[in-house]
């Protein structure tokens, strides 16, 4: 019982500065938990470039380093090489990686590298104040998008997990959840392996996308972004292990 309310060593002795009900505190904390239990603290390197996920930069209780917007896979990238016996791996949002970041991100998993990169998905900026983003469901308000996104002008709702399983060079694709228990410890396990199979030389680039929420920006008080992740996100993006090699 102790263990799993008390903080992990891996983060840090402060009190969150996330949004009342924000999921990003418990996908810290999972994943801050499976590096505890792998005992890799001292070993991990988490990259961190811009968004709320950025603000983790004072959660995290390992070594850490800031990029530019978009850019941590190819920050990570050089890391890893530089540091092959390190535990590389990155946190990002979905405005980060599958808009700004885009790039990096496609390119750092055609070529293989061998980190973790964990990808939160709560369909919109929501640092800078819940502007459209590649993930925002068709339909779905943003400051940008007041009327809701319209595929015609706007496209469809970017599917990254499936986008990066259909490359060769990626050992491990999938999408998970933190809307339920159940979601969240799956969520943990998948994590907790990819950093595993990474140590073990098991690894190559492995990717966990995770549906999240943002509160603040949906509008909706923390428990209905819950049921909206299960009644709508889920809908547009299915949970599921689309690659592992
Ligand atoms: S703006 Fe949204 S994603 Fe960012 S901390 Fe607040 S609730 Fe979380």
């Excluded at 941590?72 to 970041?101: C, M, N, W």
């Excluded at 390119?107 to 640092?127: D, L, P, Q």
């Excluded at 104040?129 to 940008?144: E, R, W, Y």
Aim: hydrophobic share 40%; with cysteine; charged share 20%.
């Amino acid at each position: 019982m102790e263990k799993i309310y008390s903080r992990p060593e891996s983060m840090a002795k402060i009190v969150s500065g996330y949004c009342p009900g924000c999921m990003h505190g418990t996908i810290t904390k999972i994943a801050a938990q499976a590096l505890d239990e792998l005992g890799l603290r001292g070993k991990a390197v988490c990259v961190l470039p811009v968004g709320c996920g950025t603000i983790g930069v004072r959660y995290w209780n390992v070594d850490r380093i800031g990029s530019a917007h978009g850019r941590a896979p190819a920050v990570a990238t050089g890391v890893k090489r530089v540091h092959p016996e390190s535990l590389v791996f990155t946190y990002q949002g979905d405005g980060d990686l599958a808009s700004i970041g885009m790039s990096e991100i496609m390119h750092a998993a055609n070529r293989g590298e061998n980190i973790v990169v964990i990808f939160v998905n709560n369909s919109t900026y929501g640092m800078t104040g819940g502007q459209m983003a590649p993930t925002t469901l068709v339909g779905m308000k943003a400051t940008t998008a007041p009327n809701g996104r319209d595929p015609e002008t706007e496209g469809y709702p970017m599917h990254m997990a499936e986008l990066i399983a259909n490359l060769k060079s990626p050992v491990f694709s999938g999408r998970f959840a933190v809307n339920t228990p159940a979601n969240i410890n799956k969520t943990k396990a998948a994590i907790k392996k990819a950093f595993k199979n990474q140590m073990e030389g098991k690894g190559g680039f492995s990717f966990i996308e995770i549906l999240s929420n943002c509160p603040t920006n949906w509008g909706l008080a923390p428990l209905a972004t819950l049921d909206f992740i299960e009644n709508n996100t889920m809908k547009e993006f299915p949970l599921g292990v689309f690659k592992e090699v």
